[in-house]
Structure formats: C-alpha cells, structure tokens
C-alpha cells in the first residue's frame, strides 16, 4: 500500500493526536493537565479549627486558605501588611484602632464588620477553650473587641500593648455562625478557599472560593495528604504523585532540581517538668544538657547547617542575647554523672523513673533523634524510657500540665504527677519573644511546666516596653532562662528542606512549616 504526501500528513496528525490522548491519561500527567496541587505533609491535622491555627499541623491547611488574620507578616523584611485590616493606630496603651477591609464576606454570607470580629476574637480568649492561639501568643493578656462603627474596631488589652497589630497576625478569623461556645472539626473563613471534604485518617480537599474579595489564585484545588516517612514524601513528589513535600529529611534532599532549603524559624528542645522531683533539682537539669552531645547529631540525623541552640528563639529574633549564645552546653559526660552524684547525696530521688515523650514527625528525625537522647541519658545513670506519641497524644501533654494547678512552685509539686521530659519544638517567625517567653516560662500560662516569679516581673515589664528598653530586657529574660534556671534541653535552631514538583513554582520561606498558602503557587 503506498500513501501520498496528504494521506501521511493526515496520519501523522492522528498519530499525534492518539499520542497525546494517552499522555493525558496516563498517571504521572493526569495532574499536570489540571489546576490541582496535591500536598503530602507529616502529619495529619487534629482539628480544622481557626482557633489552632498558630499550630504547624493545622496551619498548613487553613491559614491565609481558609481563615485570614487582619494583619500578616512580610517574611522578606519582617514588617506587618494589611490583609483584613487596611490600616490601624494606636488610640492610648491599652487601644489599637483598626479599620476593616469593606466589602469582604464569610463563604457563609455573614458579614465581615467589626461586630463579627469581635466575636471571632472573643472566641480565641475564651477561657473555656484551649484555643492555642490565646495559650501561645496571648497568655494573660485578654483582648476585648469595640464596635466602633460597621467598619471600624477598637481592640483593647488591660495592659499596654505595644506590638498588638503584629500580634494580630496570629488571630485567624471564623464565621460567627459557628457554635463559638465548643471545639470544631470545620472551620469557615473569608479565604481564598473552602473546605471541599475531609476523609479523616484519609486526606483534606480545599476549592477556590469564587467569592473571594482578592485576587482569585491560580490553583484551583488542592488534596492534603499524609506520610510518616520522609523518603516516602519524597519519592512521591519526585513520581508526581504529589507536587508539594514542605519538609523532609536532609537524607532525602537529593535532587537540586527539585530540594530547597530554607532557614526555619523552628527551635527544637526538650521541656522538663521543672516542678516535680527529681527534675526540680537544678543539678539534674544541668546533667541532662551536659549530657547530650549535640555535634554528634549534627551533621547524621540533624541537618550539618543546623545551629547549637541555647535560646528558645532563633537569633534574629530582637532579644537574642548573645552572650548566652556562647554558652551552649558542652558535652560532658564526666560533670553530668557528677551532678547527678551531688544531687543524689543530697537526697535528691536521682534513681525515679522519668518518662520521655516524643511526637512522631514533629521534625524531620524526630524518632532518631529522641532516641538518641534516650541512649545519652541512659549512659549517664538516669532511669529513662521513651515512648514516641502521635500529635493527638502529644498535644494532651503540651496544654495541660499546670491546669487546674496552684501559680506557686511549691504548691504546683502534686505527689502524684511523675516527672516528664517532653520533645518539643517552638516557632516564632513574628521577630519578638513576647511570643515565646511568656507561654513557655510564667507560672500562669497553662503549657508553661516552670515556675520563677521573679522571671514573670522581668517577663511582663519586657512586654509592656518598646524599642532598646525592650530588647535588653528580653536578654536578662534569657540569660535567666539558660543559665540560672537551666529550664530546659535546648537542641539546635532548625534547616529544613523542601521537595518542590517539577510542574510548580514555589520558594519555600520561613513561615513555609507553619503555613502555606495556596496563593503562593502558580503552574509552570
């Protein structure tokens, strides 16, 4: 059979066209021909409340998607840009006035006016909630939202707050349709998305919101699911099962065509309970720092770009006293048996069990990195074990500690709560430690497992003050933290590395664990 010049043009065209048929329906390009993302993260979020936001879990889907704040933070040059807000001013100490962005909606319909702002804020100082949001960022500073118009709110403190619109950045908004009085599992906000489906234990699907007040985003859909193992993550990227792993392991960021590292504003630690015996006893906190050899997991299963860490904020955070910079604790095995000697001679209960608690993925190597501790540990006579926890568990130890708990070290040593060591890991990317200091260290504050009313004198007079006054007071709050106190097992300020698929651009930040919005996304 012969074919003429036409006939084999025709042919050819068919050919093509079969050709692409198939790439379009085959697995690995099926995604590629949508405006669809898919993100494997690892971990599951525990709830899809507004109210948990400033958690990395939940964050990671909602914030800035779902629920937006009045105002955000610019990661390039830490200043503070309007979102809901347009603008905003300081009326006296205790009263910030901001103006409200108009014509915005709930993907409800309510109305976003000050009335409705102020029930979304009174929710998030509700007392009656664990809202983490107050527990972390606010503490013992309530906030009560004004009316002052439809589209103007008076947010007052009953101390001065001086940094209240950066703060504001964390208080991601709700409808006030919502039953405010109770825990949620949905959430509904003025974002540029809404919650399509949850399949619990399965995967999240957010839609753009086609209402939205900004600028419609690119991507249309995105599908939230999640790996416990980091080369699993990143294997799916790399297949295109997936288009986005925001961290994974520095073992597994191996293809610079696709892995990015970018500097995190996540401090690992160990938070002991400081008020219950024998962890009550300054020698024995001093043995567990002087017993970790942090250079040893540097470079193995902590990224080698990681940095010792003797603070609970990283050092561009205002505050950061460099003198207790230099004084990570050395590793010393010889001084760690020692202390524990002098502290069991003195009739400390040296030899009590102590449970440690880790939170399985809570940053790449968790597991092998508490495990390491609890061979070290182990090496210098202390009786430990470990036992790694989800994030549900996890977070069950986190919040409730001190609750229902007298202020007062001495009454708050309860006879019947063993001493816990708790693998913890703090983020503060809003550049003050008034978002650290207080949640962390004050008697009140219900994640605080720690006690020294001097230090809360130190850490309210820091709050209420501005500029250099400010700073140097945050460096004593430091200095007395690391030194005197030996509070806790500060680990390393973190490197983390994401896994970005070929078909998207995206550059990771430094807010990148703590949320990600889909905004941020466009297609190649």
Same mark, same amino acid.
């Given at each position: ?9 025709i042919l050819a065209t068919a050919s093509a066209a079969a050709l692409t ?125 004004? /009316? !002052?118009? $439809?589209?103007? +709110?008076?947010?007052?403190?009953? %101390?001065?707050?001086?940094?209240? #619109? ?61 790996r416990k193992e980091s080369a699993v993550m990143a294997s799916m990227v /790399? !297949?295109? $099962?997936?288009? +986005?792993?925001?961290?994974?392991? %520095?073992?597994?960021?191996?293809? #610079? ?228 106190m030996v509070a806790d097992v500060f680990l390393y300020h973190l490197v ?29």
């Open positions: 059979m012969s074919y003429g010049a036409t006939s084999f043009a048929g198939l790439a379009l329906f085959a697995p690995g390009n099926a995604v590629a021909q949508s405006k669809s993302v898919t993100i494997v993260l690892v971990e599951e979020p525990d709830a899809l409340d507004n109210c948990s936001t400033n958690r990395s879990a939940v964050g990671r889907v909602l914030k800035q998607n779902i629920n937006e704040t009045l105002t955000e933070l610019d990661v390039k040059d830490g200043s503070i840009k309007p979102r809901l807000a347009t603008s905003w001013e300081r009326i006296n100490d205790t009263t910030w006035r901001f103006k409200l962005r108009p014509g915005v909606f709930f993907t409800d319909g309510a109305p976003l006016n000050a009335e409705n702002v102020s029930k979304s804020i009174a929710r998030t100082m509700d007392k009656n909630l664990d809202c983490q949001i107050r527990i972390k960022t606010f503490g013992d500073i309530p906030l009560t939202g004004v /009316a !002052v118009d $439809e589209l103007t +709110l008076d947010i007052k403190s009953d %101390k001065p707050e001086p940094i209240l #619109p950066t703060r504001m950045t964390v208080v991601s908004l709700d409808s006030p349709n919502l039953p405010h009085q109770n825990k949620m599992v949905t959430t509904i906000g003025t974002g540029p998305y809404v919650l399509d489906y949850y399949k619990p234990g399965v995967e999240i699907g957010l839609k753009r919101n086609e209402k939205y007040w900004g600028k419609a985003p690119v991507v249309e859909s995105a599908k939230y699911v999640w /790399a !297949v295109g $099962e997936a288009d +986005l792993a925001p961290a994974i392991g %520095k073992q597994d960021a191996t293809d #610079p065509a696709m892995d990015r590292s970018y500097i995190s504003t996540e401090t690992n630690y160990v938070r002991i309970e400081s008020q219950v015996p024998p962890l009550d006893d300054r020698r024995v906190r001093l043995a567990l720092n002087y017993a970790v050899d942090r250079e040893a997991m540097r470079g193995s299963i902590i990224p080698k770009d990681a940095i010792p860490a003797s603070h609970m904020v990283i050092p561009s955070v205002a505050g950061w006293n460099p003198e207790v910079g230099k004084k990570v604790y050395p590793y010393d095995v010889a001084k760690a048996k020692q202390l524990l000697a002098e502290a069991k001679a003195a009739g400390v209960p040296v030899d009590k069990h102590i449970d440690i608690f880790g939170r399985t993925n809570l940053w790449p190597n968790a597991t092998e990195t508490m495990e390491a501790l609890l061979t070290m540990w182990q090496a210098i006579g202390l009786n430990v074990s470990l036992r790694m926890l989800d994030v549900s568990q996890w977070t069950e130890l986190n919040v409730h500690p001190n609750k229902g708990k007298s202020a007062t070290a001495e009454e708050a040593k309860i006879a019947n709560r063993d001493p816990i060591l708790l693998g913890h890991m703090h983020d503060n990317n809003l550049g003050d430690p008034v978002f650290s200091m207080y949640n962390k260290y004050s008697c009140k504050n219900q994640s605080s497992t720690h006690c020294n009313p001097d230090l809360d004198v130190l850490i309210a007079k820091a709050t209420a003050l501005s500029g250099p006054e400010r700073v140097k007071t945050w460096q004593e709050v430091m200095k007395i933290v690391h030194e005197d983390y590395y994401a896994r970005v698929g070929k078909r998207i651009n995206f550059a990771p930040t430094s807010a990148t664990n703590s949320e990600i919005p889909l905004e941020q996304i466009t297609f190649k």
